[in-house]
Antibody
Framework: EVQLVESGGGLVQPGGSLRLSCSASGFSFSSYSMHWVRQAPGKGPECVSAIGTNGVTTYYGDSVKGRFITSRDNSQKMLYLQMNSLRPEDTAVYYC????????WGQGTLVTVSS | EVVLTQSPATLSLSPGEVATLSCRASQSVVTYLAWYQQKPGQPPRLLISDASNRATGIPASFSGSGSGTDFTLTISSLEPEDFAVYYCQQRRYWPYTFGQGTKLEIK
């Protein structure tokens, strides 16, 4: 059974940093690109970042470019999202997603940016 | 980035009726279009990939059509569990973008 479990969310002040983690199991993690997708309260989802199988190729949405960094550890089947210079508009549930057709999503971790 | 516009924003129907949801892209995405269902407190659930291919385990009552800029999700006979929010997503260009959603509510 495919499982994606996010962790690391919480309350952080504007300008602060947070590191999200996603633990993957039930599939060949190293064979798939992975995405982070966020969803602000009452809004549609938004693709935040993408990372290729080898961890070298990365893409970011314009709203997070220069502030967020995605990485992966294939040996540990882990995906990461380092979020810096956080803003109130970054408040959302953050999901890790298997990029192969977006069939598999985690349950998400809530990030709240507020003073 | 590609903007997806979904209509209507809210659709009020009764169980057993047919639901037709629309998604229009600001530029051609060929058939790189997916549909999702989302219920409160849950992640989006993939229904349709590549405009018309049902995902694993999705009932035949769900069907997708379209290409280029205009797409449709049809639910042929609404069940009580089908009332939810539906999103379209394009995967032709990065960043992949989603529509703003159609809320399907019980009339």
């Amino acid at each position: 059974e495919v499982q994606l479990v996010e962790s690391g969310g919480g309350l952080v002040q504007p300008g602060g940093s947070l590191r999200l983690s996603c633990s993957a199991s039930g599939f060949s993690f190293s064979s798939y690109s992975m995405h982070w997708v966020r969803q602000a309260p009452g809004k549609g989802p938004e693709c935040v970042s993408a990372i290729g199988t080898n961890g070298v190729t990365t893409y970011y949405g314009d709203s997070v470019k220069g502030r967020f960094i995605t990485s992966r550890d294939n040996s540990q089947k882990m995906l990461y999202l380092q979020m810096n210079s956080l803003r109130p508009e970054d408040t959302a549930v953050y999901y890790c997603v298997n990029a192969d057709a977006y069939q598999y999503w985690g349950q998400g971790t809530l990030v709240t940016v507020s003073s | 980035e590609v903007v997806l516009t979904q209509s209507p924003a809210t659709l009020s129907l009764s169980p057993g009726e047919v639901a037709t949801l629309s998604c229009r892209a600001s530029q051609s995405v060929v058939t790189y279009l997916a549909w999702y269902q989302q219920k409160p407190g849950q992640p989006p659930r993939l229904l349709i990939s590549d405009a018309s291919n049902r995902a694993t385990g999705i009932p035949a009552s769900f069907s997708g059509s379209g290409s280029g800029t205009d797409f449709t999700l049809t639910i042929s006979s609404l069940e009580p569990e089908d009332f939810a929010v539906y999103y379209c997503q394009q995967r032709r260009y990065w960043p992949y973008t989603f529509g703003q959603g159609t809320k399907l509510e019980i009339k």
